[in-house]
């Protein structure tokens, strides 16, 4: 167990509605990371954060943004969903200074 | 979940047997790699990592073996269970400034009783 909840864990919503993943850590991890997992793709990294209001864009941000306020909590945003967003979200943390992350449970979201 | 799955290769084994998973990195600068393994509905759970500097390196029932001349990563899992059935991928992060790893597609191995 990596001490990381997503929820919801699962989500069915409209084209054009927003929707807000949660992403919560019990370790204080100063790295969080949200992917999106599809098929005939590895996991392709959305937005990372290495710390408090401290965020950056992966390689598939487009429609996407995030946000983190405190050190547990690492929210992403689909401000107007689109069916290209439907996915698997994960979020991942951090733990060691090597590189190697952990991964939640994910979020599947499916935009009709 | 089981969509990720649709368009892997697969490799069966029978319970028992020693498994052989492979992995074509891309990036000669990479320095550090992991393997996971995705079990369907569930995140990638961490297996085994290895750093450049090292060729093996073994855990319990797995090794991972590095070829940093061809850029090759195996994992080997031996007297393989019908629990390690899953989807397992590779990961590599280069060396920079951000931790940021680059994700393979992934292997399905199934193992028959």
């Known amino acids: 167990d990596a001490g990381i909840t997503q929820s919801p864990r699962h989500k069915v919503t409209e084209t054009g509605t927003p929707v807000t993943l949660r992403c919560h850590q019990t370790?204080?991890?100063?790295?969080m990371y949200w992917y999106r997992q599809d098929p005939g793709h590895g996991l392709r990294l959305i937005h990372y954060?290495?710390?408090?209001?401290?965020?950056d864009k992966g390689e598939v941000s487009d429609g996407y943004s995030v946000s983190r306020s405190k050190t547990e909590d690492f929210l992403l945003t689909l401000e107007s969903a689109t069916s290209s967003q439907t996915s698997v979200y994960f979020c991942?943390?951090?733990?060691?200074?090597?590189?190697?992350?952990?991964f939640g449970p994910g979020t599947r979201l499916t935009v009709t | 979940g089981e969509s990720v799955g649709l368009h892997l290769p697969t490799l069966s084994v029978q319970e028992g047997d020693n498994s052989i998973i492979n992995c074509a990195y891309s990036n000669s600068a990479s320095d550090y790699f992991i393997w996971y393994k995705q079990e369907s509905g569930k995140g990638p759970q961490f297996i085994i990592d290895?750093?450049?500097?090292?060729d093996k390196r073994q855990g319990q029932r797995v090794t991972v073996l590095l070829n940093k001349t061809v850029k090759h990563l195996s994992l080997q899992i031996a007297a393989t269970q019908p629990g390690d059935s899953a989807v397992y991928f590779c990961?590599?992060?280069?060396?920079?400034?951000?931790?940021?790893?680059?994700f393979g597609t992934g292997t399905r191995l199934l193992v028959s009783p």
């Open positions: 954060s290495y710390g408090v209001k401290d965020t």
């Open positions: 290895i750093r450049s500097n090292m």
């Open positions: 370790e204080n991890h100063r790295y």
């Open positions: 991942a943390i951090q733990k060691g200074g090597m590189g190697e992350q952990y």
């Open positions: 990961a590599e992060k280069m060396d920079t400034g951000f931790q940021k790893l680059v």
